[in-house]
């Protein structure tokens, strides 16, 4: 009996490693990114909840909110 693409590639695409597996992995990534970027003093990009605008932290501390550049008029 022949398997569809999608049975066949299930666990393939993922490596039989669960989701939840595959979202700590991804979270770890980010984390050691993150870290690597503040050794080599450049910035991160974050999202303020609060006041709903993306934001770029810099290793020491400080914040520099991205202005909105899109053009409004047509």
Do not use: H, Q
Not at 32 to 42: F, M, S, Y
Not at 47 to 65: H, M, N
């Amino acid at each position: 009996m022949k398997e569809t693409y999608e049975e066949a590639n299930e666990l393939d695409s993922t490596c039989g490693i669960s989701d939840e597996e595959l979202t700590e992995r991804f979270k770890a990534s980010i984390r050691i990114d993150d870290e690597i970027r503040k050794i080599k003093g450049l910035p991160v990009a974050r999202y303020d909840v609060e006041l709903k605008k993306a934001y770029l932290e810099y290793p020491d501390g400080r914040r520099k909110y991205v202005s909105d550049t899109r053009n409004t008029t047509s």
